[in-house]
Every structure is written in structure tokens, then in C-alpha cells.
């Protein structure tokens, strides 16, 4: 799988973007902006999804939308047949607000709070994925005041965590999230809830990490959650129908990183839940899956305009773009890694080692350090590539930026579908000392 990044170029010498030519998007829309190639995603979609069909596997692929959170890119994994994960109320407004069914979508989240859980009452949204024994206990209230079902999974933590190419196994996993499946408390949440009236327990879900390459850890994973539900079902008679195996699979942001295809993922994963079902003579589960990144990352291109430039003799190029920490705090974050072109000179040789700097005022505001680009000037568009996954979902206003536009591309089309902030977006729920405001 190790193809080179995919980008293509018109005649003249810029780079397009799901066939439409980026430097004109830069003109058209400002910058930054991202712009999405929707074909992909949708391609990525149904690759995931189709998979399961053809082995004729019940299962739900559940959008981890904190990847990216908009109505438009709902309306694309509604129109998909896609599930839905969310994570807060402001996720659920959103899934609301895009019409997404409701009975497709699902409740994360390690505190959620009894407004929230009220909400997804409210919605009869399709399921909870409750993480701790707080939440049980709210749950299970809710239900019998409202006389209400509510369909849950139990998160647990299986003591794997997956790291791109290793997984590691550990005893006692230290994490936030969810019930410890190693030390008694999913078994304890189980007998809380299992019986229960209003509340039906489907089954359990983990997620072991992110950009991860290989799918041993998930196998690891699977093979223990189904002995929990295997164990359940002999000794309190309790049949659990769906295993989550939650998302993280890899995508490509450089060309160091060969992620496997979504179909390879999701096969691995049917064939080990096969087999150990069989084994144990266990009636086959539902699999959910929670993609976000492979679903949205690499359809997300970020243009911006090239501004200043500092050399510093035999130490460092810099070129400075009009975004930066603000709109993709994962180098700073996370000091990951990215690709990028400029995309109004495709075909000029690529021949100075320059580190791309953001426009926030803090010198670890570096989008890409140490990368071969052509000479560059003023005015020129840099194209940062993969950055539709938990980039503009983590911007911020830092230094009072805007956050930027973002653009669906598809059939030739273009479309907005989230304007860029304006200076009054920043200042709308600012209250003077001196105003009298009529407060909101
Ligand atoms: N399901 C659950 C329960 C999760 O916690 C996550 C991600 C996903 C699914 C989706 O994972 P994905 O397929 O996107 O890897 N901000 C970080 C990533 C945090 C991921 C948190 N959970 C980043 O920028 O890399």
C-alpha cells in the first residue's frame, strides 16, 4: 500500500482538488480554507459499509464526528447510511439540526451531563455508550421516571492500546474512559443494569487508539470482549448482541505512513469475531465501528496564503502562512507530521528545506517543520494535505483569528459549508463595561 500521496495537477501547473483547480478555491473563497473532496469520503464510506454487506455481517458504521462536526458533512454520512457518534450536546444539536435519525445515533462521552442524557431521552436517540458508574446510575433513572427504553453499550477498557504499528497489552490500563474490563467493574456495571426493565444492554465497545496500521490490536480487542459476553451469557444467562470495536484506523499523512484499506480492517475483524464465535458455539454479534479520521482526514486539503518569509543563515527558512495553531493544532499538539505543495507552481522543483510557521504569536506555531518546497513569494497558495480530521474540529480563536471557511467539493461543484468567522462573529458575545446591554 505504499502509493505516494494522491494529488493531481492541471495544465496549468496548479493542483486540484476533486477536479476543480485549488488556487481558483483560494480566489474564490479566501483562505484559509479547507476544502473537502466529498467523493472520497463518500468512497471511504461505502468501503467500510459494503464490506460488512458482502459477508452478509450485521453492522452499524458509526461517523466519529468529533473528526469533524458539521451539518453538511452529516448530511453526506446521512445520505451514506451511516451512523452517527457523538460526543456532547453541541454534536447532538448538530445531528438534530441535520435531520440525522435518530435511532442511528450514538452517546459518547466520560461526563456526560443529566441535560445531555435528558436530550438524548428527549430524542430517543438510538443508543448510549455509557462509560462509568455515575452515568449507570443516571440512566437508569431516567428510564424508570420516563417509563423509557434506552438501548446501551457498557464502554470498556480492555487493557490494549494500539500505537500505529504495535499494539501493547496492559494490566491495569490507566484511562479516563470507560468501565476496567480486567478488574471487575464491567462485571459489576453488568449486574446493575442486565434485567433491567427500560434499559437494554446490547453489548460492550472499546476503542484501542488511533492511526493505527495493522489489526492484531483489534483482534486482541474483540477476542476480549466476546469472553466477557461469552461469560456473561453462561453464568448469568445475559445474551449480548453487539460488539463496537470503536474507530482508529490509520490514514496517510506523509508518505511514511501505509495505512491498510478500510475493507482489510473491517475483513480482519469479521474473520476473528467468526472464528471465536464459532469456537465457542456463541451466536455471532452485530459489529459497530466508529471511523473518524479514515473517513474525513485525508479528503481535507487546508489553502493558505503564503505572507512573510525569515532566513536565518544555515539555521532555518521560514515561511509564514495566514493561519496556522489556530486552525491545526496537531504539529503543536501532537508534533505530527504533514505534506504540503504549493499549489501554484506544481511543477517547479521542490529544492528549499523551509519550515512552514503559523501567524499565532508563539514560536511553536510551526504547521511543518523541515520540508522540501519550490522558492516562494508572497501571495503564492500552500496546500497542507490531510488535514480533514480534527483540525478544523479543534480550532480555535486563539489571537482573536477567525476560524476559517469550508468548502464541500463534488461533481464538479463547489460549495461553502461553513462561512469563515468575521471580525463581529469574534466580538458577538463580548459584553462591554460601559454598555448598557440587554442581557441574552
Ligand atoms: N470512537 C471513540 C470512542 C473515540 O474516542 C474516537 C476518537 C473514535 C471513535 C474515532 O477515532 P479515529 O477513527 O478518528 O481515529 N485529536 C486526536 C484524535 C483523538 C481521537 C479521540 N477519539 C488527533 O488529532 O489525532
Known sequence: MNDTLHYTTNQQGHLTIAGLDAVQLAKDFGTP??????????????????????????????????????????EVMKEEGLSLDVVSAGELYTAI?????????HFHGNNKSLEELIMAFDYKIGCIVVDNFYELELVKQLAEERKQDMAILLRVTPGIEAHTHTYITTGQQDSKFGFDLNNGQ??????????HPYVQLLGLHCHIGSQIFETQGFVAAAEKLLMKMQNWSELQNY?????NLGGGFGIRYTEEDSPLPPEKYVEEMIKAI??????????????WIEPGRSLVGDAGTTLYTIGSQKVIPDTRHYIAVDGGMSDNIRPALYQARYDARV??????????????????CESGDKLIEDISLPPV????????????????????????????????????????????????????????????????
Open 33 to 74: 480554507v479547507v476544502v473537502y473532496d466529498i467523493g472520497l469520503v463518500r468512497e471511504r464510506a461505502r468501503k467500510f459499509k459494503d464490506t460488512f454487506t458482502k459477508q452478509n455481517v450485521k453492522a452499524q458504521v458509526a461517523y466519529a464526528s468529533k473528526a469533524f462536526s458539521s451539518i453538511a458533512i452529516y
Open 97 to 105: 439540526q441535520a435531520q440525522f435519525p435518530v435511532e442511528k445515533i
Open 186 to 195: 464491567a462485571d459489576d456495571a453488568f449486574k446493575l443494569v442486565a434485567h
Open 239 to 243: 445474551t449480548c448482541t453487539v460488539l
Open 274 to 287: 467468526q472464528r471465536l464465535s464459532s469456537e465457542s458455539a456463541y451466536q455471532m454479534p452485530e459489529i
Open 343 to 360: 499549489a501554484n507552481r506544481m511543477n517547479a522543483e521542490a529544492d528549499q528545506l523551509v519550515t512552514v510557521a503559523g501567524k499565532c
Open 377 to 440: 513569494e508572497a501571495g503564492d497558495i500552500l496546500a497542507v494535505f490531510a488535514t480533514g480530521a480534527y483540525g478544523y474540529a479543534m480550532a480555535s480563536n486563539y489571537n482573536r483569528l477567525t476560524r476559517p471557511a469550508v468548502v464541500f467539493v463534488e461533481d464538479g461543484q463547489a460549495q461553502v459549508v461553513i462561512r469563515r468567522e468575521s471580525l463581529a462573529d469574534l466580538i458577538r458575545n463580548d459584553l462591554s463595561l460601559y454598555k448598557e446591554e440587554s442581557q441574552g
